[in-house]
């Protein structure tokens, strides 16, 4: 059923949106993208440069003959302006974090150092200085920081700014002429050379009373500079003390606090939407309830009650999220046996992303599992154990769903009348019916939201969206902006393993994590390459989750590499990104596929039940769940770890199968060394990049994994044996 006229849910969201100053988009009365304060900002400072852009005419190409007009969108957001490049007194470009050029806000947490980097220079040799300006939700400033350049001859500037609260920020950036550094460059080249030096260190001193004059430099830094003046213009002492007091270290490290600025040039600025932690570092685990206290014989479902008792075990291996695949009632039509046939039994429940029975939708609980309120109990359990529930949002129906009978405007329909059903040539999804947005665009969107705003109240935070490359990218901008309007604390992960412009472009209208190809990256090169990538220009959009597994994809690695190839993949998948996940099942190193060739699960839970003795498995000691567990708490311990962006790849000799990775926040620096090798010991020599993480030559190395403790240096020649340890994981700090 749909939720209301569209006159209904604008006078529900109509008071927070006329005491929030949001936007409303005018044809269908449904909240847009929040217009938020750091568009206001924007405008004003954009409004030349959009004169200047509209004076100039840009030609039309006619339409083709054959070209049909496209049909009016549904839904749009509002058009923001774009920060103006190259600028101002002091060119600024290549700024970043940046998304469509300043039309999307960059991705942020609380709490992590965001990297700020731009392109600046100027005419002539003078010195330029650069100041990255961070700016909270109400637009005051929250932080100014120095920035530091690159190279001379790249002209490249970077900074770090740490927002501390949800919401949409902003930062600018300032270049600016600075006449101090401009002196010291030339006068310690003249004055030791006997040119012009009493004009020199005259104009030095006028910069030093200037500088003095400052009132934030307070009355001692006043003084200090004051009496470096008076020297640098004392006659009577020799030059080089004269010249010495000038550039005193006291003197350059309060004109580097408070520097003299010159002709300041501001860029931006520039959008940040700045989310909870969550949207960034969290260790994710799958299970399906159903199967947790089934039995085969007979063919039992396990309820939510019972799988609310192994809530625990994953609290204790230090997992925060518990995500759990589609819990409503399944179709009857067309349902799938065990292994994706064709003809099931009478006892065998179906696949749970065919969705919608007589017993409900997507409103509700298969009548197995429970009911809403044994729902509930379980969101309650999990949170008591600081556990947090990701429940799937998957938008197809099964032929039985109530939505077809309702609403068939819904669906496709093909030549002989019946509605079409999921296919992907060869694969066919005959228990499946995909969504069509195009026919009631507005009435199938309202069902959509309403949908996710009931489980929303059911305690429900975390919404892992499967397939959202199948459906209209407007429904995500429109669905993500308008849960962010009113409930900014709730993510969505995009399960869309499909061609990189729409996993970017499903990034950038509001999916705050994504899966990723990780699975399929398994050499030093494929992981080197696709690392960089996620810690570079991806990570101002995309935020990934390196699933090591799921329902759908048990990767040819696992079948193979034996137990140690599980903690290789574990390893790798909880350092390299700040989320990951494991489904269920990788802790007992299940591996085998349906046929030779597929990455499919023989006996897939998709299926069918598949209860576990995790007891057994304990005994036996065939179980990673201990290594699981020490690798959530090395997660926990250490915030280089929480890190994206500062992810850097180190040089490796004498072996192509060990892997070598840091990450560093703050003070905190985390090397990584890892064999990709599940059977065979490998050594290999490691060149530390020390000067980019703050190193000494020689530094205290701590393994998390062994305990052992060791002295390193830039050259780190290491041995790994796959059945002791798969990877050193060490905190490094100075003797």
Not at 114 to 134: C, K, N, Q
Not at 562 to 590: D, H, K, N, Q
Not at 667 to 676: A, E, N, Q, S
Request: charged share 20%; aromatic share 10%.
């Amino acid at each position: 059923s749909r939720a209301g006229s569209s006159d209904s849910r604008h006078q529900m969201l109509d008071p927070f949106v006329r005491a929030q100053g949001l936007a409303l988009h005018p044809a269908s009365c449904a909240p847009s993208v929040a217009v938020p304060h750091y568009a206001r900002r924007m405008a004003s400072t954009r409004r030349a440069a959009q004169r200047v852009t509209a004076a100039r005419p840009v030609p039309t190409p006619a339409p083709s003959p054959e070209a049909k007009p496209a049909a009016a969108g549904p839904w749009s957001p509002p058009a923001l302006p774009v920060p103006v490049e190259l600028a101002g007194r002091f060119p600024v470009t290549d700024v970043s974090p940046v998304v469509l050029g300043g039309r999307r806000p960059a991705a942020a947490v609380v709490g992590e150092a965001v990297p700020i980097r731009a392109t600046a220079f100027r005419e002539g040799h003078d010195s330029l200085g650069m100041t990255a300006v961070l700016h909270r939700p109400d637009g005051s400033e929250a932080a100014r920081v120095r920035m530091t350049p690159g190279p001379a001859w790249e002209d490249s500037w970077s900074a770090h700014v740490r927002p501390d609260e949800v919401g949409d920020w902003t930062f600018t950036l300032e270049a600016w002429s600075s006449p101090w550094d401009t002196w010291t460059h030339r006068a310690t080249i003249k004055v030791p050379a006997g040119l012009d030096v009493d004009l020199e260190l005259a104009e030095g001193a006028l910069l030093l009373r200037r500088a003095a004059a400052q009132a934030e430099v307070g009355e001692d830094g006043a003084r200090t500079l004051g009496q470096a003046a008076r020297l640098a213009t004392d006659a009577d002492l020799p030059v080089p003390v004269r010249l010495a007091a000038a550039t005193d270290p006291a003197v350059t490290d309060l004109l580097h606090r408070f520097p003299l600025r010159d002709g300041v040039s501001v860029s931006g600025p520039w959008p940040l939407r700045v989310q909870r932690r969550r949207a960034l570092v969290g260790a994710w685990y799958e299970f399906f309830p159903r199967s947790e206290g089934a039995t085969l014989d007979p063919p039992v479902s396990g309820t939510l009650a019972s799988a609310a008792r192994r809530l625990a075990a994953v609290a204790e291996m230090g997992f925060d999220v518990v995500y759990l695949p589609p819990i409503h009632p399944i179709g009857h039509v067309n349902r799938k046996g065990p292994n994706n046939t064709l003809v099931p039994g009478p006892g065998d429940p179906g696949s749970p992303w065919a969705i919608g029975s007589a017993d409900g939708g997507h409103d509700a609980v298969h009548p197995d599992l429970g009911t809403l309120a044994d729902f509930d109990d379980f969101v309650a359990q999990a949170s008591a154990l600081g556990l947090e529930v990701a429940l799937d949002l998957a938008l197809q129906a099964a032929p039985d769903h109530p939505w077809v009978s309702s609403h068939p405007e819904w669906f496709t329909t093909r030549a002989d009348g019946t509605i079409a059903y999921a296919e992907n040539p060869p694969k066919k999804y005959q228990d499946i019916y995909p969504l069509n947005f195009d026919n009631d665009p507005e009435g199938l969107y309202a069902e959509v939201e309403r949908v996710v705003r009931f489980w929303m109240s059911h305690g429900v935070r975390i919404f892992r969206v499967d397939n959202p490359h199948t459906k209209p990218l407007w429904v995500w901008d429109r669905l993500t902006s308008s849960i962010f309007a009113t409930d900014p604390d709730v993510l969505f992960l995009a399960e869309a393993f499909t061609k990189p412009p729409m996993m970017r472009a499903l990034a950038e209208v509001g999916f705050q994590q994504s899966y990723t190809y990780f699975t399929w990256r398994n050499t030093r090169a494929e992981i080197e390459e696709y690392g960089r990538e996620l810690a570079g220009p991806s990570s101002a959009y995309m935020r990934p989750n390196f699933f090591a597994n799921t329902p759908d994809i048990l990767p040819e690695y696992l079948q193979q590499s034996g137990p140690a190839g599980f903690a290789i993949r574990a390893t790798l998948a909880a350092t390299l990104s700040p989320t990951y996940g494991v489904y269920s099942g990788f802790e007992l190193y299940e591996h085998v596929a349906v046929r030779p060739g597929s990455e499919e699960y023989l006996d897939s839970e998709k299926y069918q039940y598949r209860p576990r003795d995790w007891d057994a498995a304990r005994r036996q000691g065939r179980t990673l769940a201990p290594y699981l567990t020490q690798l959530n708490a090395m997660r926990r311990d250490r915030p280089a770890l929480q890190d994206l962006r500062s992810l850097r790849f180190h040089g490796v000799d004498g072996s192509s199968d060990i892997v070598a990775f840091s990450k560093v926040d703050g003070d905190d620096v985390v090397l990584v060394v890892c064999t990709l090798d599940p059977s065979v010991e490998r050594e290999a020599t490691v060149w530390w990049d020390l000067e980019a993480l703050g190193l000494p030559d020689r530094f205290v190395a701590h393994d998390l994994v062994s305990g052992a403790t060791w002295t390193w240096e830039r050259s780190t020649f290491v041995r790994l044996r796959p059945w002791e340890h798969v990877a050193h994981v060490v905190h490094a700090r100075r003797l």
